[in-house]
């Protein structure tokens, strides 16, 4: 979370002379929240230019709920669900779609190149006998990013899972039908989900046997407060949308992501101590990973970075080494103090 943000929350979670109620008092019925959540979805429509004939709304659950919504929305009994395998993240959505009782092929997977690389959509791929293409754009553990000059092609129906970096990087949506994100990594505090759909698509689907929560057409129809909505999530992100409006839009993140990405990035591609796996061409700009090769000393190592002040960098513990995220409220000067550290490390070693 950008600290301007957290600022103002501190500043005006108690100043409430006038209502006597903090933001986590107020109603989701209140005018005030009606306030924030047209703002939010005002910012977010013009951040990511986001045609009209695509619905947005928020939601809870997480990104871990949107594997098992869109398949219960998008996806017929008939057909099958195109999943390409670019990591974690892309293999638990594959697996929910087919424990809600959807059908899925696995059409490409990277894992015995340990998702170093992008898989991609076989020559002889027939999307009319498919609902659907799902894709994770940016593999959080893993590394690897689909950015909008290397989107798979598909001539149907296209889904991508944002969760990592939505407003990090630009994106087309109209070269998605639906596109979802959680919100706790680049747009604000966790509780808040973000889904995009194209309106069309959700018309005519057969939702027998879907629950009501489950079913985004009563979301958007009650403008996300189908039920209580997450009101200090939503308050939060709305801050957040704000300061990424405030800075210069989505255009401008890129420019501080693939700076700050890339000088991490020519460091330790010039180091003989740490390697980048990740394939150049695929390389995500928010999730840097890395390894000096053995993974007991990059334990160590990301235990010196947190005495000194640089945390969360060892890697998700089902790969190991370092990732390093550096989502938009990250900034610059601390892929310059990484740097410093990791050289140190280096010269000491
Ligand atoms: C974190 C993440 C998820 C899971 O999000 P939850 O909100 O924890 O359910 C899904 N997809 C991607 C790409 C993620 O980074």
Known sequence: MPEEVITTIKREFENNERSHMSIIEISHRSKKFQHIITSAEQKLRQLMQIPDDYAVVFLQGGGSMQFEMMPLNLATKQRNIAVLDSGNFSKKAEEAARQVGKNTAILDSTKDQHYQKLPVVPSNFNASVFDYLHIVTNSTIEGAAFHQNNLPQTTGRLIADMSSNILAEPYNISDFDAVFAGGQKNLGPAGVTVAIIKKDWLADQDLTGVGPMMRY??????????????????????????????????????????????????????????????????????????????????????????????????????????????????PTDAVDALIAFLQKVEQNA
Do not use: C
């Open 217 to 330: 057409q009563n979301h958007i129809d009650k403008q996300s407060m189908y039920n209580t909505s997450p009101v200090f999530s939503i308050y939060a992100l709305d801050l957040v949308l704000a300061w990424v409006l405030d800075q210069g839009g989505v255009t401008e993140m890129y420019r501080r992501n693939l700076e700050k990405s890339g000088k991490l990035y020519a460091y330790l591609d010039q180091s003989n101590f740490y390697t980048a796996p990740v394939e150049k061409s695929a390389r995500s700009i928010t999730n840097i990973v890395f390894t000096t090769g053995d993974i007991q000393r990059d334990k160590v190592i990301a235990q010196q970075a947190e005495a000194a002040g640089l945390f969360n960098l060892a890697g998700h513990r089902s790969v190991g080494g370092f990732r390093a995220s550096l989502y938009n409220a990250q």
